[in-house]
């Protein structure tokens, strides 16, 4: 047999088997807040428990300090200069002007509200002095309680004008012939201002002012009910509830007195309690009577 003599062949190739592994997701890893630093709290200084530390300044600091205000003091008013009522007047009257409008319209056309003060400070904001040439809102400021004191104060006297009220729990005299027929108060109002105007050669609107102030009480009476029993107590009066009263008793002295008398209309008696209420002559004003009348009754009931 002959032998084949093959040629030498290479190693046969190894296969090599590499097994993955599966993959598996990776765990998140919260990282630790690192711990914030406290900030250093400002150091307190411990308050001395003896009665002699607690003295933060000893009594001769105390002594100079005290010396060297009253020397600043002394000092200050030697340099002052004496101020006199008068000019302390004339400052008060040009603050006063200051605050007045810029433009002026003259209540019936005739005299201006500019000038006019009230130097009563309780009732100054409760007396509208605001210009107007027809006094006359038409029943704007009615639908809201205490609203009447936006209205100027000569429509609020035409207003009483119109119903001079009750003369106690009856309605004593009529005040028909006035009720809503405004155009005649109007017109009678105007009478009463220049009868004022030629009596005390003033503004006369200036001079009602200047009654209500004398006429508005101070103090009033108030009923209180303890145990079922009523008895009248003391009680302070507000600014338009004053107002309201002196008005009232103005306008109801002057209709008395006309219909008593007919020879005398209302705009001359109206005139005459305006200028007896602004004279502080209570002979003739029946507002000045019902005033003192209800203080003392007020003073009895303290």
Same mark, same amino acid.
């Given at each position: 047999?002959?032998?084949?003599?093959?040629?030498?062949?290479?190693?046969?190739?190894?296969?090599?088997?590499?097994?993955?592994?599966?993959?598996?997701?990776?765990?998140?890893?919260?990282? %630790?807040?690192?711990?914030?630093?406290?900030?250093?709290?400002?150091?307190?200084?411990?308050?001395?428990?003896?009665?002699?530390?607690?003295?933060?300044?000893?009594?001769?600091?105390?002594?100079?300090?005290?010396?060297?205000?009253?020397?600043?003091?002394?000092?200050?008013?030697?340099?002052?200069?004496?101020?006199?009522?008068?000019?302390?007047?004339?400052?008060?009257?040009?603050?006063?002007?200051?605050?007045?409008?810029?433009?002026?319209?003259?209540?019936?056309?005739?005299?201006?509200?500019?000038?006019?003060?009230?130097?009563?400070?309780?009732? %100054?904001?409760?007396?509208?002095?605001?210009?107007?040439?027809?006094?006359?809102?038409?029943?704007?400021?009615?639908?809201?309680?205490?609203?009447?004191?936006?209205?100027?104060?000569?429509?609020?006297?035409?207003?009483?004008?119109?119903?001079?009220?009750?003369?106690?729990?009856?309605?004593?005299?009529?005040?028909?012939?006035?009720?809503?027929?405004?155009?005649?108060?109007?017109?009678?109002?105007?009478?009463?201002?220049?009868?004022?105007?030629?009596?005390?050669?003033?503004?006369?609107?200036?001079?009602?002012?200047?009654?209500?102030?004398?006429?508005?009480?101070?103090?009033?009476?108030?009923?209180?009910?303890?145990?079922?029993?009523?008895?009248?107590?003391?009680?302070?009066?507000?600014?338009?509830?004053?107002?309201?009263?002196?008005?009232?008793?103005?306008?109801?002295?002057?209709?008395?007195?006309?219909?008593k008398n007919k020879d005398k209309p209302m705009a001359i008696t109206l005139a005459d309690e305006i200028v007896a209420a602004a004279n502080k002559d209570e002979t003739k004003s029946n507002c000045l009577k019902k005033k003192f009348e209800l203080e003392r009754l007020a003073a009895g009931n303290r």
């Amino acid at each position: 047999m002959v032998e084949e003599i093959l040629p030498a062949t290479s190693a046969e190739p190894k296969l090599e088997v590499t097994i993955e592994e599966p993959k598996t997701k990776k765990k998140r890893v919260s990282k %630790k807040a690192e711990p914030v630093e406290a900030k250093a709290k400002p150091k307190v200084e411990e308050v001395p428990t003896d009665v002699e530390s607690e003295k933060l300044k000893s009594s001769e600091e105390i002594e100079a300090r005290l010396e060297k205000k009253s020397t600043r003091s002394r000092r200050m008013l030697n340099e002052a200069k004496p101020v006199s009522d008068e000019e302390i007047e004339a400052k008060l009257k040009s603050r006063e002007k200051e605050k007045k409008f810029k433009f002026d319209l003259k209540v019936f056309n005739k005299w201006t509200t500019n000038d006019v003060i009230v130097n009563d400070a309780g009732l %100054k904001d409760y007396i509208n002095l605001s210009p107007v040439l027809v006094p006359h809102t038409q029943g704007r400021n009615i639908k809201k309680q205490f609203w009447k004191s936006k209205k100027t104060i000569v429509e609020r006297l035409i207003c009483k004008i119109f119903s001079t009220g009750h003369l106690g729990k009856k309605h004593y005299r009529s005040s028909g012939h006035h009720t809503g027929k405004f155009v005649k108060v109007y017109n009678m109002l105007k009478e009463t201002f220049t009868i004022v105007e030629g009596r005390t050669k003033k503004n006369p609107i200036q001079v009602f002012v200047d009654a209500l102030e004398n006429g508005t009480p101070k103090e009033g009476v108030a009923t209180i009910e303890y145990g079922g029993v009523r008895y009248p107590k003391v009680a302070d009066l507000s600014p338009q509830r004053r107002i309201d009263l002196a008005l009232r008793w103005m306008t109801q002295g002057a209709f008395a007195v006309t219909s008593k008398n007919k020879d005398k209309p209302m705009a001359i008696t109206l005139a005459d309690e305006i200028v007896a209420a602004a004279n502080k002559d209570e002979t003739k004003s029946n507002c000045l009577k019902k005033k003192f009348e209800l203080e003392r009754l007020a003073a009895g009931n303290r």
